[in-house]
Structure formats: C-alpha cells, structure tokens
C-alpha cells in the first residue's frame, strides 16, 4: 500500500521549501530568501497542524523574514507567524464570534502547541456537537443476538493443501 500525502500537504511543503529559493528585492524591491531555521520552524508548526487534523494549510514568506502558516477548517483560520527570531504569532479567528481575536505574540513553539491543541479540540467539539442523530432509529434495533456454529471450510490456499516437492 503506498501512502499519498493530501494535495495540500504537497503544496504547502513544496512552498515552505521554496522560501529560501526567493530573490533579493522579491517584494517590490524588499525581501530576502528565508533563511533556512525560518523554515526548519515553519515546517514543524505545518507538521502540528497536520498532527491536530487541520490539513487545510497555506504558507506566506514576509518581505522581513518571517513565514505565516495557515491553517482553515471550516469558519475557521488560523495563522501562525514564525518570526526570524525564533518566537512566533498566533490567532485564531471563527465567523460568527464576536469576540476579540486577539493575536498572541512573542510565544514559543511549546506555546504554540498548546495553543493549536486547544484549538484544534474546540472546533472538534463544536463540530461534535453539529451532529443531531446517530443512524440507528431506536434502541430495540441494538438488541444482542448470539452467533450461531458455523461450518468451517479449509483454505484453499492453506499449506496444507499446496504440493510439497518431496527430497530426492
């Protein structure tokens, strides 16, 4: 069986890679390819947000540096800034919530993971929540029935029944 990475997970790494390919002046005269730890820490906030199940995913070089990594599942984004000093800027916006979207800076990679975790298990909660029924009408349709003897049949295939070539 060979595994095959979603398409977007192609592209988005393929663009992470490609950051440190950018010219000199590539934003209207600014900008400089991105240096190599940039993207080393881009990759993994990428990989955590594929390991919380939020495989909708974008990646951004900025003109100073920097790498944005987005992340969207259903109303929601999310945007994790890796800054080229090494610490890193999330938020996290939902439609339809009023609230603040505040945009936590300065935060570590720990920080982030603890922020995408907590994210991540809120909208798996709500989505939880979207779901009204189960398929199963009602309760009499799970009522236990034992299994009855079966005949078994030998494999065809078994090694008892393949021919054995005898020692001459």
């Known amino acids: 069986m060979n595994f095959t990475a979603p398409p977007t997970y192609s592209r988005t790494r393929h663009k992470l890679a490609g950051f440190s390919d950018l010219q000199p002046g590539w934003h209207y005269g600014r900008g400089n390819p991105i240096a190599a730890a940039v993207i080393d820490r881009a990759v993994?906030?990428?990989?955590?947000?594929?390991?919380t199940g939020l495989t909708r995913t974008d990646a951004f070089?900025?003109?100073d540096g920097e790498i944005l990594v987005t992340a969207y599942r259903g109303d929601h984004y999310i945007g994790v800034t890796v800054e080229?000093?090494?610490?890193?800027?999330?938020?996290?916006?939902?439609?339809?919530d009023n609230s603040d979207n505040d945009l936590?800076?300065?935060l570590?990679?720990?920080d982030v993971r603890e922020h995408l975790t907590e994210i991540a298990n809120s909208i798996w909660r709500t989505s939880d929540l979207?779901?009204?029924?189960?398929?199963?009408?009602?309760?009499?349709?799970?009522?236990?029935s034992l299994s009855s003897d079966h005949l078994t049949v030998g494999c065809l295939y078994s090694s008892l029944n393949v021919p054995r070539r005898?020692?001459?």
Do not use: C, M, N, Q
């Open 108 to 110: 570590s990679f720990k």
């Open 166 to 168: 005898l020692a001459a």
């Open 84 to 96: 080229p000093d090494g610490t890193f800027a999330l938020i996290h916006e939902a439609a339809g």
């Open 61 to 63: 070089a900025g003109a």
């Open 44 to 51: 993994g906030v990428y990989k955590f947000l594929l390991l």
């Open 130 to 144: 979207s779901i009204r029924t189960t398929s199963t009408p009602h309760s009499d349709v799970l009522a236990i």
């Open 104 to 106: 936590l800076d300065g």
